[in-house]
């Protein structure tokens, strides 16, 4: 048994022998029984018994999945200081509390403590790259809070700059904030990347147009929120469309409540759409929109959004994902009164949006898949104690409906190990913890205690019990079982 298996130091191969090794290349090549070296910070060799260097690391991943980490292409990681808070929030609610009465209140360190705590329950799922849609950039003392969390974590992480305090046109005008960015995007590595993330809200006049051009200037991708019902929709495609802002590095988030000819206009141009399912049924921003997204051949990546609300793992992503879709399907046909017999979403395809789909998405093809040379990004899935890590039959469909955080057994990032024997390596959590403390400390006093309560537990819309033809009875008034029988007798004589 390996649970003694020593921690690998960094700078020495690792490999990961005797594993099932889902590679993601292009064929969807599956092994059994394989090996993955890793040497430095790429993927050296993949398959059965390799021979390996003179000093390489074993970590035995018998019974065990190997596959590339996850990627996630939207993420609010500063939300994450609020963790769980607004479980049972609607997007209205969402907007009220952070856009328009809480979200200044957040300073630096707390849009780090976010980050730093989101990073870290990335890359202990086994997210190795994630991008940071950073949208409660106020200053940019918040924003250098963000980066330097960030750069404090061992992980991929995507700075994606916004600030829901001001309109996009406005934060990209101003010289700090243009500065940062030339900084940033010089300073960016494989670790670090950059985008700018805003929203288009379909004005006739595009006012947007001034922050996409700022964008084009500075060579940054752009990420907006596009199909929230609501919020943004098929008026802000056609302006981005019309202005020739349309590009492959865009990414549309949600993109839930739009028309098929946004979508010819997304697949025309070679976007792609980020699915954050667990925040669609939830959150309102339209149907997760995959049943339809893939009909259009658009490149599909995942994202978790919020933790504010929703989990932080792909694994819910994934699993979610294919739900909605499936459920989807089945409700149009039934509505034709046709049956599915057999399913177009399958769960290889969810691991692959999981992986490739996130690397396409962000313009890494070196990330997303296990072959000799690209950037070793490495997860092991296994868990000896846990009743469901056999039998391993099905290796998609385990990842996406069978395993969970808890069976993330090894994580590599950049060649590195970064969590091992279900442990993250060499992680302050506990500073951490009291950095989060004090944020929650702080926004709570900041609210006060009504605002507080009433911000997590918002009002339940009346509710009406419609009437129901079959209720002879009030079963749940006083009386006794004999009282109840005798009014169902007086019924039934009654309708005679
Ligand atoms: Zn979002």
New binding site residues.
């Given amino acids: 048994m390996t649970h003694s298996e020593p921690t690998p130091v960094a700078g020495r191969p690792v490999v990961l022998r005797g594993g099932t090794v889902l590679t993601m290349d292009d064929a969807g090549t599956v092994l059994t029984d394989a090996d993955v070296l890793v040497v430095d910070d790429r993927i050296a060799a993949v398959g059965p018994a390799l021979e390996v260097p003179e000093g390489t690391q074993e970590i035995d991943a018998r019974g065990g999945i190997v596959m590339p980490g996850m990627i996630d292409t939207?993420r609010?990681m500063w939300q994450t200081a609020m963790r769980g808070y607004g479980a049972d929030w609607t997007l209205t609610q969402y907007f009220v509390w952070y856009y328009l009465e809480h979200g200044r209140k957040f300073r630096p360190q707390d849009v780090a403590a976010g980050n730093r705590l989101s990073a870290l329950e990335a890359i202990e799922s086994g997210v190795t790259t994630t991008v940071d849609?950073s949208h409660g950039l106020q200053s940019v003392d918040h924003a250098e809070a963000a980066v330097s969390a960030l750069r404090s974590v061992p992980g991929r992480f995507v700075l994606a700059y916004g600030n829901i305090q001001a309109a996009p046109w406005e934060w990209t005008a101003d010289p700090a904030v243009r500065s940062f960015l030339e900084r940033h995007r010089d300073a960016a590595d494989g670790s670090l990347g950059l985008q700018l993330a805003f929203d288009v809200t379909g004005d006739p006049a595009f006012p947007e147009k001034a922050a996409f051009e700022v964008a084009r200037e500075l060579g940054l991708p752009v990420t907006t929120?596009a199909g929230v019902w609501g919020a943004t929709n098929d008026d802000g495609i056609r302006l981005m469309h019309e202005h020739g802002f349309m590009t492959p590095e865009t990414v549309y988030?949600h993109a839930a409540s739009l028309s098929p000819d946004s979508y010819h206009r997304i697949a025309a141009t070679g976007g792609s759409i980020s699915v954050?399912t667990e925040?669609e049924q939830s959150a309102g921003q339209g149907y997760p929109p995959t049943w339809q997204v893939r009909s259009h051949g658009i490149p599909v990546s995942l994202s978790m959004?919020?933790s504010v609300w929703w989990s932080g793992d792909l694994f819910s992503a994934m699993r979610t994902t294919l739900g909605a879709d499936r459920s989807r399907e089945h409700f149009e046909a039934h509505l034709k009164g046709d049956t599915v017999t057999h399913l177009a979403l399958r769960s290889e395809d969810v691991v692959r949006w999981a992986t490739r789909g996130g690397a396409a998405a962000l313009g890494r093809d070196d990330l997303g898949s296990l072959e000799p040379g690209k950037k070793a990004d490495v997860v092991l899935i296994r868990n000896d104690a846990s009743p469901v890590s056999f039998p391993l039959l099905n290796p998609y469909g385990h990842v996406a409906f069978q395993a969970q955080r808890g069976d993330v057994h090894t994580v590599i990032v950049d060649g590195r190990v970064v969590k091992h024997a279900h442990a993250l390596v060499g992680s302050d959590l506990a500073g951490v913890r009291r950095e989060i403390e004090d944020t929650v400390q702080h926004l709570r006093s900041e609210l006060g205690e009504e605002a507080w309560a009433a911000g997590m537990y918002p009002d339940l819309p009346d509710a009406e019990v419609l009437d129901n033809p079959y209720q002879y009875t009030d079963y749940k008034s006083e009386g006794t079982h004999a009282a109840r029988e005798q009014v169902f007798e007086e019924h039934l004589r009654n309708e005679r």
Avoid: C, I, L, R
């Fill in positions: 939207h609010h849609w929120h988030v954050s925040s959004d919020t």
